[in-house]
T-cell receptor
Framework: SQQGEEDPQALSIQEGENATMNCSYK?????LQWYRQNSGRGLVHLILIRSNEREKHSGRLRVTLDTSKKSSSLLITASRAADTASYFCATDEGFPLLVGTSYGKLTFGQGTILTVHP | KAGVTQTPRYLIKTRGQQVTLSCSPISGHRSVSWYQQTPGQGLQFLFE???????NKGNFPGRFSGRQFSNSRSEMNVSTLELGDSALYLC?????????????FGPGTRLTVL
């Protein structure tokens, strides 16, 4: 089952504009990660934010996490045509050292398809 | 460091056959997880192996099974294939030491069942 909802389902912008994608989830989490997928290929890890963090940056990426609202957002600034891809949020609910935990199981959102026009 | 590799990249099978997919994790990673991606269901967790033991299992029928070898390489097997098993199968590896460990994904195996 899907953990979260991503919004919007599709986003079309021009190069140079910013792109914002949102993700909501249902259960308590340890961390939330964002991945990118280019046209049916493997997932590329973008950024991980821990449950006790509120904001994190990596290059042109900015991720926020609001655990009280169970939501996260991914902002890509100054987008490029090469950013065209599907973006997924994924949550991790388990604890690696706790027996019986669900650690190692990522639960993905449905994804946002981003198209950046040159 | 080499990334996660999956073989084969593409596979065509017919209903009723069985298939085995292989995943080699990043060197030093002892955890391998498998996911199925379809247009209708999205990305769904199949199972995770760590130190040759299945640690977690998703909600899939028993036709889906896996194993992990002492060198951390993992195989996934699907028996009695159904049309609905057509999907991109992704494996991911991680160190599994803390909840900040990242899962790194391979390129996937595209399985088509005719």
């Amino acid at each position: 089952s899907q953990q979260g909802e991503e919004d919007p389902q599709a986003l079309s912008i021009q190069e140079g504009e910013n792109a914002t994608m949102n993700c909501s989830y249902k259960t308590s989490i340890n961390n939330l990660q964002w991945y990118r997928q280019n046209s049916g290929r493997g997932l590329v890890h973008l950024i991980l934010i821990r449950s006790n963090e509120r904001e994190k940056h990596s290059g042109r990426l900015r991720v926020t996490l609001d655990t009280s609202k169970k939501s996260s957002s991914l902002l890509i600034t100054a987008s490029r045509a090469a950013d065209t891809a599907s973006y997924f949020c994924a949550t991790d609910e388990g604890f690696p050292l706790l027996v019986g935990t669900s650690y190692g199981k990522l639960t993905f959102g449905q994804g946002t398809i981003l198209t950046v026009h040159p | 460091k080499a990334g996660v590799t999956q073989t084969p990249r593409y596979l065509i099978k017919t209903r009723g056959q069985q298939v085995t997919l292989s995943c080699s994790p990043i060197s030093g990673h002892r955890s391998v997880s498998w996911y199925q991606q379809t247009p209708g269901q999205g990305l769904q967790f199949l199972f995770e192996y760590f130190s040759e033991t299945q640690r977690n299992k998703g909600n899939f029928p028993g036709r889906f099974s896996g194993r992990q070898f002492s060198n951390s390489r993992s195989e996934m097997n699907v028996s009695t294939l159904e049309l609905g098993d057509s999907a991109l199968y992704l494996c991911a590896s991680s160190l599994r030491r803390s909840h900040t460990d990242t899962q790194y994904f391979g390129p996937g195996t595209r399985l088509t069942v005719l």
